[in-house]
């Protein structure tokens, strides 16, 4: 009851003052609240229930907690503006940038080789990665975009074959594939598919040359599209 008179007090006071402040004798908004404290545990907002259990909060710093979001990665809102998990509106998200630094060894013609990226950014909730072989953690459609570059302009190049491919665990599910005449010195491929891939499927990037070769550079872009 005493909850109630004092809401009711306060509502009163606010449509007979244009400004209220609480902890500050110098309001800037029509409320403006001021935190008592200057930490993250520091309340300096707080909406409970019926049966004070807390609902919203806002902390000294910035932290805004919300009790039925706590366990979600991330938020939107449906047609009507309600909050709703983020991920079960298939919101598009960047789960994984990588890039494959410049390299200097070569590789014998005709053989493949797995490319090893230095991760730049990746969503742990999604993708786990050694750097070679990417690991879903979170079933859906990923679009993987992978950009090859080939060097091939020593021991006099001459014509040849590249390929670069997407590979789902054992399988292959997509592929570039160009031809090249002699005195070629350098090959771009973009490579780029849409799969659905469950908990615990792999995916790794696998290229090749029918002469001898250098994959000197290379970059990775997935994105997350949901179930």
Not at 54 to 67: A, F, K, P
């Given at each position: 009851?005493?909850?109630?008179?004092?809401?009711?007090?306060?509502?009163?006071?606010?449509?007979?003052?244009?400004?209220?402040?609480?902890?500050?004798?110098?309001?800037?908004?029509?409320?403006?609240?001021?935190?008592?404290?200057?930490?993250?545990?520091?309340?300096?907002?707080?909406?409970?229930?019926?049966?004070?259990?807390?609902?919203?909060?806002?902390?000294?710093?910035?932290?805004?907690?919300?009790?039925?979001y706590k366990n979600?990665?991330?938020?939107?809102?449906?047609?009507?503006?309600?909050?709703?998990?983020?991920?079960?509106?298939?919101?598009?998200?960047?789960?994984?940038?990588?890039?494959?630094?410049?390299?200097?060894?070569?590789?014998?013609?005709?053989?493949?080789?797995?490319?090893?990226?230095?991760?730049?950014?990746?969503?742990?909730?999604?993708?786990?990665?050694n750097g070679t072989?990417?690991?879903?953690?979170?079933?859906?459609?990923?679009?993987?975009?992978?950009?090859?570059?080939?060097?091939?302009?020593?021991?006099?190049?001459?014509?040849?074959?590249?390929?670069?491919?997407?590979?789902?665990?054992?399988?292959?599910?997509?592929?570039?594939?160009?031809?090249?005449?002699?005195?070629?010195?350098?090959?771009?491929?973009?490579?780029?598919?849409?799969?659905?891939?469950?908990?615990?499927?792999?995916?790794?990037?696998?290229?090749?040359?029918?002469?001898?070769?250098?994959?000197?550079?290379?970059?990775?872009?997935?994105?997350?599209?949901?179930?």
């Amino acid at each position: 009851m005493k909850k109630l008179l004092f809401s009711l007090a306060l509502l009163t006071y606010i449509a007979a003052h244009s400004q209220v402040g609480i902890n500050t004798p110098s309001p800037s908004a029509t409320l403006d609240v001021v935190s008592k404290g200057n930490t993250d545990t520091t309340k300096a907002l707080k909406i409970n229930d019926n049966s004070n259990k807390e609902l919203l909060s806002i902390s000294d710093v910035g932290t805004v907690r919300l009790d039925n979001y706590k366990n979600y990665s991330f938020l939107g809102t449906d047609a009507n503006g309600y909050l709703k998990d983020g991920a079960a509106l298939n919101i598009p998200s960047i789960s994984t940038i990588a890039n494959r630094n410049i390299t200097t060894g070569t590789v014998a013609g005709a053989v493949s080789s797995n490319l090893s990226f230095t991760i730049n950014k990746n969503n742990a909730e999604l993708i786990s990665s050694n750097g070679t072989t990417f690991t879903i953690k979170k079933a859906g459609y990923y679009s993987i975009t992978v950009y090859t570059h080939y060097d091939i302009s020593m021991n006099n190049p001459s014509g040849g074959s590249a390929s670069t491919n997407i590979y789902k665990g054992a399988n292959s599910i997509a592929t570039t594939l160009t031809g090249h005449g002699d005195g070629t010195a350098g090959i771009g491929h973009s490579t780029t598919i849409t799969q659905y891939f469950n908990i615990n499927e792999t995916f790794h990037i696998n290229v090749q040359y029918t002469r001898t070769y250098r994959c000197d550079r290379a970059s990775l872009n997935v994105v997350y599209y949901g179930t």
